[in-house]
DNA sequence: AAAATATATTTAGCTAAGTAAATATATTTC
DNA sequence: GAAATATATTTACTTAGCTAAATATATTTT
């Protein structure tokens, strides 16, 4: 294999091992950690846009959600439109977003320490033209 | 999430995805290639030398592995030392691996099209330095 | 040689992605 | 307004990674 897709890969899944590592401290892992924060940011949402914004399939958001409301990170409303399901931050994950949002915050400037402001931008640049 | 994280996951699964597609003509997964391909280049291997050389678990390549054998693209047979497991490639395995190999790689040149090999370099330097 | 430790593999069970097809409700077309 | 089509979600099942603990065989220590 092309060394550029074999270490892309490997570190894709380096980091979220290590994600998962510093979510544990929160009883998250990496994909609720990941739906949590597109709903705070946008408030609340539908499954479909949730799945639409992250880029994955519908099957996949439907069960993290529902995990999550299990956790009691969630909670779920019907929407006007009787498909739909709107799902919104539990009082829970509002009082603890901030606190687990630093600890990945933190992670995420660990990793790239290594990194100029100039390189961070270069990478993204070069991983937008593989495709 | 940073940017840069988001890119890199999102374009993993991207690849992944696009893999399978390229393979699903010859009944094959990502991740079975990745250790046919494995195999072939080393020879023969045994359950653990595949796990260390790929960096993942060996629950994951015994599964994988078994998953082969079914589908009968690898035999195993056992080792000197008894505790061991040796792999090594199928006569049909055998057979069809250059034309496998030959959509891989034509599928790889496709995704880096857009980078000059400069920036190949540069991609996988800045990869490294992430960690 | 027996006990302790190490190594190779497996089993069980979890998250996390995917596809294909089913179900329920809305919307559009005839 | 009934039929056809579209959209939102779910169900069932697959690959693919992980951890923790079990099992079998080797190696080292005492």
Redo the contacts between chains.
């Keep these: ?5 074999h ?10 091992n290590e994600i998962n590592l510093t979510l544990k401290k929160h009883n998250l892992y990496a994909s609720q950690w ?1 739906v949590l ?1 597109c709903i705070q940011k946008h408030g609340e949402m539908s499954l479909t846009q949730i799945w639409k914004y992250l ?2 399939e519908a099957p996949t958001i439907t069960r993290t959600v529902y995990r999550l409301v299990e956790l009691g990170w969630v909670d779920i409303r019907p929407g006007k439109d009787r498909r739909e399901k709107i799902v919104h931050l539990s009082e829970k994950a509002s009082q603890d977003f901030q606190t687990i949002k630093d600890s ?1 915050f933190e992670f ?1 400037n660990r ?2 320490a ?2 100029t402001k100039e ?2 931008a ?3 640049e ?6």
Tied chains: 1, 2.
């Design positions: 294999m092309n060394p550029l897709f270490e892309l890969f490997q570190k894709s899944r380096y980091l979220t990941t924060y880029n994955v990945i995420e990793m790239v290594g990194l390189e961070e270069i990478f993204i070069l991983l937008r033209k593989i495709k």
